[in-house]
């Protein structure tokens, strides 16, 4: 599990003046939310440069993160970041609390593996991802920063799902939850055209 520290800093202004300025300044405003209901929002400030360095970790998503505030620390997971449309900026971030007794409803990416070895890599086919994240369903202890999908036994034409893939103790996925109707295909193995 990654070892994300965000360092925040209280903020008293909100609305859009207040988030225009921040922005200004090189802030980014965000709100962190959730927990028990004892606890209420705080509205805090990142440095964007910081952030934005943060984000090019694959893990920073799908791990729950340690933001300082003050003299405290929280556990949180994003649950929303609204990106500038041009610039590499963040506008705004959403922060969930981490309980370690609650489940948390996290997207973590997939991770395709042993294709070469399987009888269609073997033969020369190739793979195309349909779907390359899960949303799950676990306790943070049990939470994985990616899910690996084995495609060593894939055959040519074969569709995997996502009731395909091998699960950790502890972690569901929260499509299957509903039922059959809901395992969508996650990828598909097929016969390049070149190949007769």
Same mark, same amino acid.
């Not at 903020?11 to 300044?25: F, I, M, T």
């Not at 934005?52 to 949180?76: C, G, N, P, R, Y």
């Not at 009731?163 to 295909?185: C, K, N």
């Given at each position: 599990?990654?070892? !994300?520290?965000?360092?925040?800093?209280?903020?008293?202004?909100?609305?859009?003046?207040?988030? +225009?300025? =921040? +922005?200004?300044?090189?802030?980014?405003?965000?709100?962190?939310?959730?927990?028990?209901?004892?606890?209420?929002?705080?509205?805090?400030?990142?440095?964007?440069?910081?952030?934005?360095? $943060?984000?090019?970790?694959?893990? %920073?998503?799908?791990? !729950?993160?340690? #933001?300082?505030?003050?003299?405290?620390?929280?556990? @949180?997971?994003?649950?929303?970041?609204?990106?500038?449309?041009?610039?590499?900026? @963040?506008?705004?971030?959403?922060? $969930?609390?981490?309980?370690?007794?609650?489940?948390?409803?996290? !997207?973590?990416? =997939?991770?395709?593996?042993? %294709?070469?070895?399987?009888?269609?890599?073997?033969?020369?086919?190739?793979?195309?991802?349909?779907?390359?994240?899960? $949303? !799950?369903?676990?306790?943070?202890?049990? *939470?994985?920063?990616? *899910?690996? #999908?084995?495609?060593?036994? @894939?055959?040519?034409? $074969?569709? *995997?799902? =996502?009731?395909?893939?091998?699960?950790?103790?502890? @972690?569901?996925? #929260?499509? =299957?939850?509903?039922?059959?109707?809901?395992?969508?295909?996650?990828?598909?193995?097929?016969?390049? +055209?070149?190949?007769?």
């Amino acid at each position: 599990m990654s070892n !994300i520290i965000l360092n925040a800093v209280s903020r008293v202004d909100e609305g859009k003046g207040a988030s +225009r300025r =921040l +922005r200004r300044e090189g802030m980014v405003p965000a709100v962190i939310y959730g927990g028990d209901d004892q606890q209420k929002p705080v509205s805090i400030s990142l440095e964007n440069r910081a952030l934005v360095k $943060q984000l090019e970790d694959a893990t %920073f998503f799908s791990s !729950i993160l340690t #933001v300082k505030l003050d003299d405290q620390e929280e556990q @949180v997971i994003v649950k929303d970041l609204q990106r500038h449309p041009a610039k590499n900026s @963040v506008l705004h971030a959403d922060f $969930q609390r981490v309980a370690k007794s609650s489940k948390i409803q996290i !997207i973590v990416p =997939l991770n395709f593996i042993n %294709f070469a070895k399987s009888p269609a890599g073997v033969a020369s086919g190739k793979f195309a991802v349909q779907q390359n994240t899960a $949303q !799950i369903l676990c306790l943070p202890e049990n *939470l994985p920063e990616s *899910l690996d #999908v084995d495609m060593s036994n @894939v055959e040519m034409g $074969q569709v *995997l799902h =996502l009731s395909d893939i091998t699960l950790p103790a502890g @972690v569901e996925i #929260v499509q =299957l939850r509903r039922g059959e109707d809901h395992d969508q295909g996650i990828a598909q193995s097929y016969a390049p +055209r070149s190949a007769k």
